[in-house]
């Protein structure tokens, strides 16, 4: 039997990952799937109560999980960074879930803020996971430092990049690094081509900024020639303003987009809005040969938690593509295609979306669907 590890996480991970395993029983149960689920009770409330954030003893027991599900990370009550970067990253990173797939497909019946009826948008992101400003790579310098120190920092700086920096005072430094590596672009970005051809697209767009970050991502950019010929796939490049540009302006004209780990966090919050608000978007963090996590694109909104307002399609569209990855296909294909018949039917619709069915009555209506197909 297959087994799945559940975070809930924080604020409304457990409302949405609740609607996601009542429509995961009834999904397994109509096509004879088991699956063992386990509870892992991570997130601000445990933190607070014991200090801890993610134990080894823990990421050893989720070594043994076939695949997880989880919910969302972040409280208000702790500090920005703490749970996002000590959960989260911390197992995205472990389990070298080098892959982050997020699908944006507006459904059928789900109003998009765009201008204009009948707006087709139907496009993946591949978003690497695993690199990029997102490795870990900064410091501050300057925090109580003397004069003399800021000034052998700054000369420092000046010798290796030929820029100035001007440090006056008391005055403090931050910096970040961004890290792609040939083999951590390559993985990635064949995944991409390779999907793409699975889907039948003949095109791929690779975001970037290399007209800036001209190291980063002109390596990056090598990546994409590489598997562009190595797939018989044409790829085109486009700055990642640019994107944002069209995406609003002209989503249709994307399918297949490739991009960088920062870029894709951000391009597809923006993606999640065409589909008509971040409750709608699914992810999986993925390694294909190991152990992946699946989670909604959206984070713990604590404006939201606790009033059953939690749009849940995205966590059980997470939970579909978990399915999907574990091998249950049709199981995944049924949760798809209730959620579709759901939305269409413009009868249930959450609060983000100008309705007013609560979260637990949009898992009921897509679990009562599914039961009906
Ligand atoms: P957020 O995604 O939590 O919320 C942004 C806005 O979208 C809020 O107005 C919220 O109410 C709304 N929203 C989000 N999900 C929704 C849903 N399912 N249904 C209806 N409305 C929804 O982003 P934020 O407010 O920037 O961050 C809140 C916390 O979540 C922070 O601690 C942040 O670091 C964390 N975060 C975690 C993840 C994750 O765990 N994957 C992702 C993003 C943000
Ligand atoms: C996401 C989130 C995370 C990210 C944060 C919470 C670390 O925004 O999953 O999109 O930046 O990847
Ligand atoms: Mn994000």
């Known amino acids: 039997m297959q087994k799945?590890?559940?975070?809930?996480?924080?604020?409304?991970?457990?409302?949405?990952?609740?609607?996601?395993?009542?429509?995961?029983?009834?999904?397994?149960?109509?096509?004879?799937?088991?699956?063992?689920?386990?509870?892992?009770?991570?997130?601000?409330?445990?933190?607070?109560?014991?200090?801890?954030?993610?134990?080894d003893e823990t990421v050893s027991r989720l070594e043994e999980k076939?695949?997880?599900?989880?919910?969302?990370?972040?409280?208000?009550?702790?500090?920005?960074?703490?749970?996002?970067?000590?959960?989260?990253?911390?197992?995205?990173?472990?389990?070298?879930?080098?892959?982050?797939?997020?699908?944006?497909?507006?459904?059928?019946?789900?109003?998009?803020?765009?201008?204009?009826?009948?707006?087709?948008?139907?496009?993946?992101?591949?978003?690497?996971?695993?690199?990029?400003?997102?490795v870990g790579l900064g410091g501050r310098v300057g925090r109580g430092k003397s004069r003399a120190e800021l000034d052998l920092v700054r000369k420092a700086y000046e010798a290796k990049f030929d820029v100035g920096i001007d440090l006056k005072g008391e005055d403090e430094l931050a910096y970040q690094i961004g890290v792609i590596t040939k083999g951590g672009a390559d993985r990635v970005v064949d995944f991409a081509f390779k999907l793409a051809k699975?889907?039948?697209?003949?095109?791929?767009?690779?975001?970037?900024?290399?007209?800036?970050?001209?190291?980063?991502?002109?390596?990056?950019?090598?990546?994409?020639?590489?598997?562009?010929?190595?797939?018989g796939i044409a790829k085109e490049f486009l700055y990642v303003d640019a994107v944002a540009l069209h995406m609003v302006r002209n989503p249709e004209r994307f399918k297949a987009l490739v991009t960088p780990n920062l870029f894709g966090d951000i391009l597809t919050d923006l993606g999640a809005a065409l589909q008509g608000g971040l409750g709608f978007a699914p992810s999986g963090n993925i390694n294909p040969e190991g152990i992946s996590m699946f989670e909604p694109v959206h984070g713990s909104a604590p404006d939201i938690a606790g009033k059953g307002l939690a749009n849940p399609v995205g966590a059980i569209l997470s939970a579909a593509l978990m399915l999907q990855t574990l091998g249950h296909v049709k199981a995944a294909e049924e949760i798809e295609r209730a959620v579709r018949d759901v939305l269409a039917g413009r009868k249930h619709m959450t609060t983000d979306a100008g309705g007013r069915t609560s979260t637990s009555a949009m898992g009921d209506a897509v679990a009562s669907g599914l039961r009906a197909l």
């Open 4 to 55: 799945i590890g559940v975070i809930q996480g924080d604020g409304i991970g457990p409302e949405v990952i609740g609607e996601a395993r009542k429509v995961l029983d009834v999904a397994c149960e109509r096509n004879g799937t088991s699956l063992d689920f386990e509870e892992f009770p991570l997130g601000a409330t445990h933190y607070l109560k014991t200090g801890e954030v993610l134990s």
């Open 66 to 134: 076939d695949a997880i599900l989880l919910g969302a990370m972040g409280d208000p009550r702790v500090k920005p960074g703490v749970l996002e970067k000590g959960v989260l990253l911390r197992l995205r990173f472990h389990f070298d879930q080098y892959v982050n797939l997020r699908p944006v497909q507006l459904f059928d019946g789900v109003p998009c803020p765009l201008a204009g009826n009948d707006r087709k948008v139907d496009m993946f992101f591949v978003r690497e996971n695993t690199e990029d400003f997102y």
């Open 198 to 231: 699975e889907k039948r697209m003949d095109l791929v767009t690779s975001v970037d900024k290399a007209n800036v970050l001209t190291d980063v991502y002109g390596l990056w950019r090598e990546a994409v020639e590489r598997a562009s010929k190595k797939h």
